[in-house]
Every structure is written in C-alpha cells, then in structure tokens.
C-alpha cells in the first residue's frame, strides 16, 4: 500500500514539475496573455458583484453593497411585466432567425472563394465582402434610413410610378427581414476569414490525390475541404450559439423606432429604454440581464452537448 502512495505522489509530482518546465519554456507566450487575462479580470469577473443587484433594491444613498435585500423579488416583477417578456420573445426569435439564415452562408462563401484559382482574384473578392464589416451601424443605419425611410430613395421611386409611398423601417412584417439581410451583407465576409484560414490549412496533397480519382468540385468540397474545416464549424457554432442572447444591439437600435418595438425590441434594447426612464428599478433590470446570462450559459452548453453527439470535440 505505502509503495502505491508512493507511486501516486510521485506521478504528481513529475506532472507539476514538467507543468512548470513548459510554462518556463514557453514563459513569452504567457507574459502575452497577461494583458488578456488582466482585461477579463477587470472588465468581466470584477464587475459580477453586481449580479447581486438582481436580488437587492437599489439606494443611491447605500450603493449596490449597503442597498436592502428583496430575494426574488425582482424576478417575479420582471417575468410579470409584458414588455420583457415580449422583448424576451423578440430576441429568442431574431437569435434563430440570425443562425439559420446566417450561420451557413459564410462557409458557403468560403468554400467559392478557394474555388477560385487565382490569388489575386481571391483576395480581391475577399476585400469586396469583408468590406461592409467596417461600416459602423450608426453610418448603415443612416445609410438605410436614407433609402427605405418615409421620404427615402425608395419611396421617390416608387411614388414616381403612382404607387403609395409607405416606410419600410416602421413595417412590423419586414423588420425581421431587414435585419437578417442587412446583419448578413455586413458580416458574411468578415466571419468567412476564419473558414478561409482553415481552408488553407489543409494539405494540398489531398487535394492532387482527389484529382488524380477523378473527383469533381463538388467531391473534393464533401470529401476533403469540408472534413478539413468541420471541426472549426462546430467551433464556433457552439460560440455563436452562446452568443445568441446577444442580439445586435447596435443594429437593432440604429433601425428600430416605436412602431416595431413589438417585433424589433430585444432584452438589451428594453433594458436601455426603461433604464433611461425616470424612476428606473435597477435591480429589476439587473434580473432581467441575469435571466439572459443564464439562458446563454444553458444554450452553450446545449451546443457543446449537440456537437459531442455528432463526434466533433466541444470546448469541454
């Protein structure tokens, strides 16, 4: 029994002392993730004692530590107000609307740009679609303002021809549209660079085997690039599944206005307009971003859960 004990301890033992000789040896790649570690710290676990506000009622004269407890209070008074919970709604629906319609395409958008057999040509229209990522929504916004608003482009043109001029922004029907169509012509480039750089990882060879079999396009898509890259899409379909409570805000708010808060307002976009109000109940607001953090916490691990299933390697 005492030579097992030892055994074990010993086992121990080397595993730290060849844990410390790697981080000795690869010390510079730590030291660069300190100012990361640090930012997370500061601006993420610092912060999370406010998450007690969710249970507290706010008094500015005692701060968040010194204000009187209420239990669950505030859940109760958030999960009655029909305003959340049409919000709650809203950003449910926008979060699987934005996956469905938009998870995809990047990895199709990638897969034509390494069709391309130019370089120059790839890179080209690489720029072309990342591009639109760089134009702050409060400039799109405008932007689209400008054409599909009351006296927009779009009513011009139409009203040239007799038709009735009518706003497109304020059309609770085709706000959800608008904001897939718009999220995906901004973002498709920028979220396809990561499945290029996957792509480019794959070993030519592969690709000379398969011409050498006779193999078409669409073969050598199903049977080496997507194989080569599927790993990096269930990645990162966990992360934009996780993510999914966290609609767009900047989007949403540069183009929503009152008439489509029914199917446009989201849980950040509610909690902005009620905390700007007068009289706003912190810790009411405070639960009713709670709620959010836990569904997304579930919904990661959902994901992590359902690409396991498939055999692909979560996050944990």
């Known amino acids: ?15 730290r002392s060849n844990l410390w000789e790697r981080i000795r040896y690869h010390k510079y790649f730590y030291i660069m993730l300190i100012p990361i570690i640090a930012w997370y710290i500061i601006f993420c676990y610092v912060p999370m004692y406010g998450v007690t506000l969710a249970f ?15 239990g669950i209070q505030n859940f109760k008074d958030i999960l009655n107000d029909s305003q959340y919970l049409s919000s709650l709604k809203n950003t449910i629906i926008i979060s699987f609307g934005k996956l469905i319609f938009h998870f995809p395409i990047p990895i199709l958008l990638a897969f034509l740009i390494n069709q391309i057999a130019g370089q120059k040509m790839k890179k080209l229209y690489q720029t072309v679609f990342t591009f639109p990522h760089f134009i702050s929504w409060v400039v799109l916004g405008g932007i689209i303002t400008n054409i599909l608003g009351s006296q927009g482009v779009y009513n011009q043109i139409i009203g040239l021809f007799g038709f009735e001029s009518s706003s497109l922004l304020t059309s609770p029907s085709f706000f959800r549209p608008l904001i897939y169509i718009t999220h995906i012509w901004k973002e498709i480039g920028w979220d396809s660079i990561i499945y290029l ?6 070993n030519p060879e ?12 669409l073969q050598k898509i199903g049977h080496v690039s997507w ?9 990162l379909f966990i992360l934009t599944v996780g993510l999914m409570m966290n609609v767009s805000f900047d989007q949403i708010y540069n183009l929503y206005s009152s008439p489509v808060y029914d199917v446009g307002d989201t849980v950040d976009t509610y909690i902005l307009r009620t905390t700007m109000s007068v009289g706003s109940n912190f810790g009411l607001l405070a639960a009713a971003g709670l709620i959010k953090s836990v569904a997304s916490m579930f919904l990661l691990l959902f994901a ?10 979560g996050l944990f």
């Open 1 to 15: 029994m005492e030579t097992t004990t030892n055994l074990v301890v010993n086992r121990q033992v080397r595993k």
């Open 56 to 70: 507290k009622t706010y008094d500015f004269s005692k701060g968040i530590t010194g204000s009187p407890w209420t």
């Open 197 to 202: 750089a996957a792509l480019a990882g794959i």
């Open 206 to 217: 592969l690709y000379e085997a398969a011409d050498m079999d006779g193999a078409s396009r």
């Open 227 to 235: 194989p080569g890259i599927k790993s990096t899409v269930a990645i």
């Open 304 to 313: 992590n859960f359902v690409v396991k299933k498939f055999g692909e390697q």
